[in-house]
Each structure stands twice: as structure tokens, then as C-alpha cells.
């Protein structure tokens, strides 16, 4: 079993920046890949991006590519993402998910990732 657990969120100004935590505890060993998302009300959930946690691989969805970065430490076995020039669509719930193995799913998708954190409500306000 693995448990993820998301914090950091909160409200900010547009142009702000916030920086939300994804720690995992349990068999973390199984963890190949760490990806984030995000969701608003009555719109499907949207991958913002993911990380090999072998080699700190990254990819980014075009939305937010330049402005978010993904980082993941080892050793307190937690990923970050790093929220920069925030603007009011950014609001929405971030989760972060593990991917244990590579099923055939895109790692764009939900149907990758085999656990998920709870989310953390993200609010830009312009």
C-alpha cells in the first residue's frame, strides 16, 4: 500500500506563486512515476505533468509548461510542484497520483496511476 498526502495549497494573487508537497509513506519502493493533476468543478480532471522518480525525468502539459515545475525527493520520498506567474485559471483542486508500472496507459491519463492524495484547493484571484 502506498498513501499519498498533497499540501501547500491555498489563495494567492495572480503573478503569485505557491508550492504544494505530495508525500508519500507505505511501499514507496513501488513508485515509478509521480504525476499531478488538476480539476474544476464539471470538467474532467487535467494532467499537468509527471516525473520519473529513477532520474527526475519530467513532462509538462503545454498549459502550464515554463511556469510549473515537478521535482522529487529521494529521500523524503515527496514530490513537488512549483506553482509560478499563476493566473486566475490555475484555480482548481491539484491531486497527485504514483504510477507503480506502466500498464499501457499514457502517463497523461488517470488510468496510469494506481493511488491518488486527497487534493489541495488551489484559488488565483485576479
Known amino acids: 500500500q502506498v498513501q499519498l498526502v498533497e499540501s501547500g495549497g491555498g489563495s494567492v494573487q495572480a503573478g503569485g506563486s505557491l508550492r504544494l508537497s505530495c508525500a508519500a509513506s507505505g511501499d514507496t519502493s513501488r513508485i515509478l512515476y509521480m504525476g499531478w493533476f488538476r480539476q474544476t468543478p464539471g470538467k474532467e480532471r487535467e494532467w499537468i505533468g509527471n516525473?520519473?522518480?529513477?532520474?527526475?525525468?519530467?513532462y509538462y502539459a503545454t498549459s502550464v509548461e515554463g511556469r510549473f515545475t515537478i521535482s522529487y525527493d529521494d529521500v523524503k520520498v515527496t514530490s513537488y510542484l512549483q506553482m509560478n506567474s499563476l493566473k486566475p485559471e490555475d484555480t482548481a483542486m491539484y491531486s497527485c497520483?504514483?504510477?507503480?508500472?506502466?500498464?499501457?496507459?499514457?502517463?497523461?491519463?488517470?488510468?496510469?496511476?494506481?493511488?491518488w492524495g486527497q487534493g489541495t484547493q488551489v484559488t488565483v484571484s485576479s
Open positions: 516525473i520519473r522518480t529513477s532520474d527526475g525525468t519530467t
Open positions: 497520483a504514483a504510477a507503480f508500472a506502466l500498464y499501457g496507459f499514457p502517463l497523461s491519463t488517470e488510468g496510469a496511476y494506481n493511488t
